[in-house]
């Protein structure tokens, strides 16, 4: 059997494709639980987290990254869309070449890989390494008696992994064989992905680290925000209590004071008061802490869609529909990049262990279609149908999404019916037409190139005019200018044409 090897260089091993290796477990090195670093974070402490991920200790980083989509809904809103901008799309399979082998080879990664069942659970697994930097899935492969296909696509959270030291670019496994380092990721078992964000390091490109700054401080804004809400409006509270008060006197004035706005009830002796002060209403207050959190969503917005029309207030629904959700080039970015890994991490090795290595593979492609405001092309392509352009048909079908009736379905619509169609209609209702209709048909369906040249000068003598004096003059003076010799033309044609069928009958 040819030994196969990976696209580093490394022998696979066929025996060690069925057995799982990143597995979790409580006494592994690898913990399915992680703890929280979101709950009171601190400007200090996001920066030393940030500044651990920087020098490869990922592991609060991407807790944090976990946390941030979890906590936040405008967050999780955005970068769910984005994910699913490309996982609901399918993508076509490319054959090589036209030839039979190729073509079942890309029929053999349509059937086993395009149309499993797990295929777009795995591309938004895979776009987990938006807001983390990376991800990484491991395949669970089955193995018949005489083909090997991908059994299940096992998500993997980047917690287990970390990069080497020395690069900074290959993932390694965290494993009790070198808890340091960890060790190489096994040959044709792992689809990585690595979100090409900004160039650099992979463990630097996520958008979870430049949302990071603004999600802390919506954090605070909006836990201010409660605590303003808790109070606004309330009146404020004055007790007010006798000189001769001893300090517990005062300790319980204080007590009743804090609990009436709560309990809406006090007990205090004859000696003490309790004074209600309504508080300035109309206030700014509130609308400091609404701005600040719509800002903050804003530049998540931006960051994660590139663009705030869909997924923020201020724009209409036809703007909104052209945009899309995301913004088509950042989509076409993405799909490009996630189809270049499932063409290196799986649809290569499925090739290799089922048909041998080959010179070239098929391919995997994501069409991207980018959004259009129908109802703007729709009513140019109109104005312009009426100043005489032509167009396709199938063109505007195309982009109503309209197919092609056939000549047995039942149709609406249509050019509307002409003088000189509802004549010939008539006639085809009266019976079969004779030679003489067939005549006159022609010379009516003539009868624009013939009365051109004589109402032309007319239309423009009267277009000119200013009174009815002035409109009866120029007509008297155009009437040299209009050419009758067309008119004549035809009716001398259709003059003979009769006469000579008369001829032939009467004979």
């Not at 090195?29 to 992680?34: F, T």
């Not at 670093?37 to 991920?53: D, E, K, M, N, W």
Request: proline share 4%; glycine share 6%; net charge negative.
């Amino acid at each position: 059997m040819t030994q196969l090897l990976d696209q580093y260089g490394r022998p696979v091993r066929r025996a060690e494709l069925t057995r799982l290796h990143a597995e979790p477990g409580l006494t592994s090195v690898r913990q399915a639980w992680a703890g929280t670093v979101a709950s009171g974070l601190t400007p200090q402490r996001l920066a030393s987290i940030l500044l651990a991920a920087d020098e490869g200790d990922l592991e609060s980083f991407l807790i944090l990254a976990e946390e941030m989509e979890e906590r936040d809904q405008h967050y999780f809103s955005v970068l769910g869309t984005r994910k699913r901008k490309i996982s609901g799309i399918r993508p076509t399979v490319k054959p090589v070449s036209d030839s039979a082998g190729d073509k079942k080879i890309a029929a053999a990664v349509q059937e086993h890989i395009v149309e499993h069942d797990g295929f777009a659970d795995l591309i938004e697994d895979m776009l987990d390494a938006l807001g983390k930097g990376f991800s990484v899935m491991e395949i669970d492969w089955d193995r018949s008696a005489r083909e090997w296909s991908p059994g299940e696509f096992i998500y993997r959270t980047p917690r287990f992994f970390r990069f080497d030291r020395e690069t900074g670019r290959e993932i390694r496994l965290i494993d009790e064989a070198d808890m340091l380092d960890g060790v190489p990721l096994a040959p044709f078992k792992f689809i990585t992905h690595r979100a090409k964000l900004k160039s650099g390091l992979a463990c630097r490109s996520g958008l979870a680290r430049v949302s990071a700054f603004a999600w802390m401080c919506k954090a605070y804004t909006v836990k201010d925000w409660m605590a303003f809400i808790e109070t606004y409006g309330l009146p404020l509270r004055l007790g007010r209590y006798d000189p001769r008060a001893t300090k517990e006197d005062v300790e319980k004035l204080f007590l009743a004071v804090a609990n009436i706005g709560t309990d809406a009830a006090a007990v205090l002796p004859k000696s003490m008061d309790i004074d209600f002060q309504e508080t300035m209403r109309g206030g700014t207050g509130d609308k400091v802490f609404e701005n600040f959190a719509r800002w903050a969503d804003e530049q998540t917005s931006k960051a994660v869609l590139g663009q705030t029309m869909t997924s923020d207030d201020g724009s209409s629904m036809a703007q909104a529909n052209v945009h899309d959700e995301v913004r088509h080039d950042i989509a076409e970015a993405d799909a490009r990049s996630v189809m270049g890994s499932l063409n290196r991490d799986l649809v290569k090795p499925f090739v290799d262990l089922n048909y041998g290595v080959q010179d070239r593979y098929p391919r995997l492609l994501l069409e991207i279609t980018e959004a259009e405001d129908i109802d703007m092309i729709m009513t140019h392509t109109a104005a312009m149908v009426e100043r005489g352009m032509t167009v396709k048909t199938s063109e505007v079908r195309s982009k109503l999404g309209y197919s092609e009736p056939d000549a047995d379905d039942e149709v609406i619509g249509g050019a509307p019916k002409t003088e000189t169609d509802e004549t010939a209609k008539n006639r085809a209702d009266d019976g079969p037409a004779d030679e003489l209709d067939e005549i006159e048909a022609e010379m009516l369906a003539e009868w624009r190139d013939v009365s051109e040249d004589l109402l032309a000068p007319l239309e423009a003598a009267i277009a000119g005019a200013s009174s009815y004096e002035d409109a009866m003059a120029a007509l008297e003076a155009a009437a040299p200018d209009m050419r009758s010799s067309k008119l004549v033309e035809t009716l001398v044609k259709g003059m003979f044409m009769a006469r000579a069928t008369g001829d032939v009958n009467d004979g």
